[in-house]
């Protein structure tokens, strides 16, 4: 499968985004699929994940209540919908897909999408 991020872009802080990833070449709804950001000169790190059923999500204590992750299997896009940011939110943003049932795990996933840049500004 194949991953496409796309949404990123400029915001005030308090403001909202929403991230795309549409994949190609395989249908969403037989990944897990995730949601991670690396900021500049820190590690890749968790935000959001979604069961491959849609039925369970998980979110990192940093961004909960703030951020939601959800899928459109009509569109085989995942969304990933973002409020009140903060400027501790800026990074590059990533979408990746597991073929598991459910995982948040970073290595457990198996294809990535090329990142879209968040800039959160005050």
């Known amino acids: 499968v194949q991953l496409q991020a796309s949404g990123g872009g400029l915001v005030q802080a308090g403001g909202s985004l929403r991230l795309s990833c549409a994949a190609s070449?395989?249908?969403?709804?037989?990944?897990?699929m995730g949601w991670f950001r690396q900021a500049p000169g820190r590690e890749r790190e968790f935000v959001a994940a979604?069961?491959?059923?849609?039925?369970?999500?998980d979110y990192a204590d940093s961004v909960k209540g703030r951020f939601t992750i959800s899928g459109d299997n009509a569109k085989n896009t995942v969304y990933l919908q973002m409020n009140s940011l903060r400027i501790e939110d800026t990074a590059v943003y990533y979408c990746?897909?597991?073929?598991?049932?459910?995982?948040?795990?970073?290595?457990?996933?198996?294809?990535w999408g090329q990142g879209t840049q968040v800039t959160v500004s005050s």
């Open positions: 990746a897909a597991a073929q598991r049932i459910w995982t948040t795990g970073r290595s457990t996933y198996d294809y």
């Open positions: 070449g395989r249908a969403l709804s037989s990944y897990s």
């Open positions: 979604i069961s491959r059923s849609g039925g369970y999500t």
